[in-house]
């Protein structure tokens, strides 16, 4: 009978895919996007609509 090991390695977890790093990044970025938008509107005194020649 072969022995099983006592300790579970630690794997670390995949800096690629869907993950927990990767969900904490893109929300991190949105939100930078996003205070920067309503900081451009602010200074411009134009919405995003009339950024993109919408409105």
């Known amino acids: 009978m072969t022995q099983q ?20 990044l893109n929300g991190r970025a949105a939100m930078i996007g996003f205070a920067l938008m309503l900081a451009i509107e602010y200074a411009s005194g134009q919405g995003l609509l009339a950024w993109l020649g919408l409105d």
């Open 5 to 24: 090991p006592s300790v579970t390695p630690k794997v670390g977890e995949p800096k690629f895919g869907f993950n927990e790093y990767a969900e904490r």
